[in-house]
Protein backbone atom coordinates (compact mmCIF):
# COMPACT_ATOMS: atom_id res chain seq x y z
CA UNK A 1 0.00 0.00 0.00
CA UNK A 2 1.43 3.21 -1.27
CA UNK A 3 1.66 6.01 1.19
CA UNK A 4 1.50 9.61 0.41
CA UNK A 5 1.92 11.77 3.05
CA UNK A 6 0.58 15.99 2.80
CA UNK A 7 1.98 18.51 4.32
CA UNK A 8 1.69 22.69 4.22
CA UNK A 9 -1.92 23.48 4.69
CA UNK A 10 -3.07 26.20 6.81
CA UNK A 11 -5.41 29.17 7.00
CA UNK A 12 -4.03 32.05 5.67
CA UNK A 13 -5.21 35.32 3.99
CA UNK A 14 -6.28 36.27 0.29
CA UNK A 15 -3.62 36.83 -1.87
CA UNK A 16 -1.07 34.89 0.38
CA UNK A 17 1.17 31.85 -0.55
CA UNK A 18 1.80 28.26 0.28
CA UNK A 19 3.82 25.63 -0.35
CA UNK A 20 2.47 22.10 -0.49
CA UNK A 21 4.45 18.77 0.15
CA UNK A 22 4.08 15.13 -0.80
CA UNK A 23 6.39 12.90 0.67
CA UNK A 24 6.99 9.57 -2.28
CA UNK A 25 7.93 6.22 -0.46
CA UNK A 26 10.82 5.45 -2.21
CA UNK A 27 9.64 2.38 -4.55
CA UNK A 28 7.10 4.55 -6.69
CA UNK A 29 9.92 7.54 -7.07
CA UNK A 30 9.33 6.89 -10.21
CA UNK A 31 5.83 7.42 -10.90
CA UNK A 32 3.81 10.36 -12.30
CA UNK A 33 2.62 12.63 -9.17
CA UNK A 34 -0.90 14.83 -9.11
CA UNK A 35 -2.45 17.33 -6.94
CA UNK A 36 -6.37 17.40 -6.92
CA UNK A 37 -8.58 19.52 -4.13
CA UNK A 38 -12.17 19.04 -2.70
CA UNK A 39 -14.19 21.62 -1.41
CA UNK A 40 -16.96 21.06 1.14
CA UNK A 41 -20.22 19.21 -0.92
CA UNK A 42 -18.10 19.67 -4.03
CA UNK A 43 -16.59 16.99 -6.21
CA UNK A 44 -12.48 15.91 -5.97
CA UNK A 45 -11.32 17.56 -9.40
CA UNK A 46 -7.74 17.84 -10.83
CA UNK A 47 -5.15 20.92 -9.64
CA UNK A 48 -1.89 19.77 -11.29
CA UNK A 49 0.58 17.04 -12.44
CA UNK A 50 3.59 16.06 -12.93
CA UNK A 51 4.59 13.03 -15.07
CA UNK A 52 7.15 10.51 -14.04
CA UNK A 53 10.41 11.64 -15.54
CA UNK A 54 9.65 15.20 -14.02
CA UNK A 55 9.84 16.69 -17.64
CA UNK A 56 6.40 16.98 -18.05
CA UNK A 57 3.63 19.28 -15.90
CA UNK A 58 -0.13 19.86 -16.41
CA UNK A 59 -2.75 22.38 -14.63
CA UNK A 60 -5.75 23.01 -14.33
CA UNK A 61 -7.18 26.25 -16.35
CA UNK A 62 -8.45 27.86 -13.02
CA UNK A 63 -4.32 27.34 -11.72
CA UNK A 64 -2.39 28.21 -14.31
CA UNK A 65 0.17 31.03 -13.51
CA UNK A 66 -0.92 30.89 -10.08
CA UNK A 67 0.28 27.20 -8.85
CA UNK A 68 3.26 25.51 -9.82
CA UNK A 69 4.06 21.95 -9.21
CA UNK A 70 7.81 20.63 -8.87
CA UNK A 71 9.67 17.48 -8.11
CA UNK A 72 12.82 16.15 -8.96
CA UNK A 73 13.63 12.19 -10.55
CA UNK A 74 13.67 9.87 -8.55
CA UNK A 75 10.91 11.80 -6.50
CA UNK A 76 10.99 12.15 -2.89
CA UNK A 77 8.81 15.11 -2.43
CA UNK A 78 6.62 16.77 -5.01
CA UNK A 79 5.81 20.08 -4.13
CA UNK A 80 2.91 22.84 -4.93
CA UNK A 81 3.65 26.56 -4.65
CA UNK A 82 0.64 27.87 -4.79
CA UNK A 83 0.62 31.79 -5.34
CA UNK A 84 -2.02 34.41 -5.22
CA UNK A 85 -4.67 32.36 -2.95
CA UNK A 86 -8.09 33.06 -3.55
CA UNK A 87 -11.23 31.81 -1.22
CA UNK A 88 -12.24 29.74 -3.71
CA UNK A 89 -9.15 27.53 -3.57
CA UNK A 90 -10.05 26.75 0.03
CA UNK A 91 -10.14 22.90 0.06
CA UNK A 92 -8.70 19.67 1.13
CA UNK A 93 -6.06 18.99 -1.18
CA UNK A 94 -5.27 15.62 -1.49
CA UNK A 95 -1.77 13.94 -3.27
CA UNK A 96 -2.09 10.99 -5.58
CA UNK A 97 0.26 8.71 -7.70
CA UNK A 98 0.54 6.11 -10.81
CA UNK A 99 2.75 4.68 -12.74
CA UNK A 100 1.85 7.43 -15.45
CA UNK A 101 0.12 10.70 -16.18
CA UNK A 102 -3.68 9.34 -16.06
CA UNK A 103 -5.47 13.15 -16.42
CA UNK A 104 -7.93 15.04 -15.00
CA UNK A 105 -9.76 11.95 -13.32
CA UNK A 106 -9.63 11.23 -9.95
CA UNK A 107 -10.89 7.45 -10.50
CA UNK A 108 -7.92 7.12 -12.70
CA UNK A 109 -5.09 7.63 -10.72
CA UNK A 110 -4.68 4.36 -7.96
CA UNK A 111 -2.93 5.57 -4.82
CA UNK A 112 -3.68 8.65 -2.62
CA UNK A 113 -2.63 10.70 0.57
CA UNK A 114 -5.35 11.44 3.22
CA UNK A 115 -4.84 15.34 2.25
CA UNK A 116 -4.28 18.73 3.87
CA UNK A 117 -6.46 21.35 4.97
CA UNK A 118 -5.84 24.93 3.04
CA UNK A 119 -8.79 27.44 4.18
CA UNK A 120 -8.14 31.27 2.92
CA UNK A 121 -10.10 33.59 3.99
CA UNK A 122 -10.81 37.62 3.45
Known amino acids: QVQLVESGGGLVQVGAALRLSCAIP???????VGWFRQAPGKERVFVAAISWTGKDKYYADFVKGRFIISGDNPKTTVYLQMNDLQSEDTAVYYCTADEYYTGHYSSNWDYWGRGTQVTVRR
Open 26 to 32: AAYSEYA
